[in-house]
């Protein structure tokens, strides 16, 4: 997503080229063929020729998914250049240009500072979301809840096997089949399964899906979503206001930590959808706040550590599955925080703090690199 962004930012700058440059470096090069970065970069720039120069040993010193775009006219000079990061998410950070408005938007960084907020004005933490955002934010998530389910709903009606090498099948029909005919906690985890299989699945397959907070963690949210709203009725205004808390959660970690897997590994991707996942149910479930920081702060804790090692670098094997487990602890961290009183020892803010430091201590084998873990141990 990243990438593909990138290209097109830069295509808008400079739509005359006569051909294109990409140099991709670190975890963009290590695992972008998997990723399909070279198929979003070569569909978004579409000129007769776009070469892209594969630079996985060098690691600039920003961020590790860094990328140089060059415009050249026809007799092959460079006449236009940006350096690019993707961030995580779908977000990019631009060489020598300021980051300032995105920061802006919340004006509060940690999770204590907005419970205080909300403590001192009786409000709960979506009305925050709304303060920050505007009224407008409803539509604009009602939009992407809609895209969430239709990602669910795409997936679950397709079969067959998922591009790449690893000619691995889609699970998530057959999941649902099943989960259908089973009752109680059988049928939970087949529904949670095959929601979440169905966008992972999605997403591997190149087709539409919502960063939540990432491409490769992007079925976790979404099952929940879809799981939560069958099993309490929630009325759309409900789904739309816990999708809010999800959305300040993902937040909270990428202001004060990471979503990216070349930076800090599955646990800033995995761990923090299943942060997001978890408040947001949560909240549908009627918690108060400091649950709903319960609920997230055990869904990040519980994936501390945790490494990316994607084999052959497609978002495939661990990823698909890991979704899966995700989505049914999120909605384990929300029952487990609803039990609670709210009060518990370690916090968000600690949490967060300490998923990012453990992912700066991860080697880069373990961080969107393919070059450590299952990407080398799993033998077909
Ligand atoms: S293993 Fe890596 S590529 Fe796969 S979901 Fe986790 S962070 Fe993303």
Redesign the pocket.
């Known amino acids: 997503m990243g990438p593909l962004r990138a290209a097109q930012l830069f295509k808008l700058r400079f739509p005359d080229a006569a051909c294109y440059q990409v140099t991709l470096y670190g975890s963009l090069a290590a695992?972008g063929k998997g990723?399909l970065t070279d198929v979003a970069i070569e569909s978004t720039l579409q000129t007769a020729s776009t070469s892209i120069i594969w630079k996985p040993e060098v690691i600039l010193p920003r961020h590790p998914n860094g990328m140089d775009f060059e415009a050249l006219d026809s007799a092959g000079h460079a006449f236009g250049r940006m350096r690019m990061y993707s961030v995580g998410g779908g977000a990019l950070q631009v060489e020598g240009e300021s980051q300032e408005a995105q920061a802006q938007v919340y004006p509060l960084s940690s999770m204590a500072s907005i419970l205080k907020w909300c403590d001192e004005n009786g409000e709960p933490l979506w009305r925050y979301v709304e303060r920050c955002e505007g009224s407008d934010i409803w539509a604009y998530l009602e939009e992407v809840g809609q895209a969430m389910m239709k990602a669910i709903d795409h997936g679950l009606g397709a079969e067959g096997v998922l591009p790449g090498e690893l000619k691995l099948a889609r699970k998530s029909r057959s999941y649902l089949a099943k989960a259908r005919r089973c009752h109680d906690s059988f049928q939970r985890t087949g529904l949670l399964s095959a929601y979440a299989l169905a966008v992972?699945e999605e997403n591997a397959a190149g087709q539409r899906v919502v960063t939540a907070p990432?491409?490769?963690?992007c079925g976790v949210l979404p099952a929940v979503l879809r799981y939560t709203r069958e099993i309490t009725g929630a009325t759309q205004e409900e789904m739309l206001r816990s999708l809010a808390v999800a959305g300040l959660i993902g937040n909270l970690v990428k202001t004060n930590a990471s979503i990216?897997?070349?930076e800090v590994?599955?646990q800033?991707?995995?761990g923090t959808a299943c942060a997001m996942a978890a408040g947001a149910a949560a909240q549908v479930l009627g918690a108060t706040n400091y649950q709903i920081e319960y609920a997230a702060e055990m869904g990040l804790e519980h994936h501390l550590g945790?490494?990316?090692?994607?084999v052959g670098g497609l978002?495939?094997i661990?990823?698909i599955e890991?979704?899966a487990f995700a989505a049914t602890r999120a909605l384990d961290c929300a029952d487990y925080a609803l039990l609670s009183d709210g009060k518990h020892r370690v916090s968000f803010d600690e949490v967060t703090v300490t998923m990012r430091e453990t992912g700066r201590d991860l080697c880069s084998a373990y961080r969107?690199t393919a070059a450590g873990g299952l990407a080398i141990h799993w033998k077909r």
């Open positions: 695992t990723h992972a990432t491409c490769g963690s990216s897997g070349a590994g599955c800033g991707e995995i945790l490494t990316c090692d994607p978002v495939q661990p990823c890991r979704n969107e």
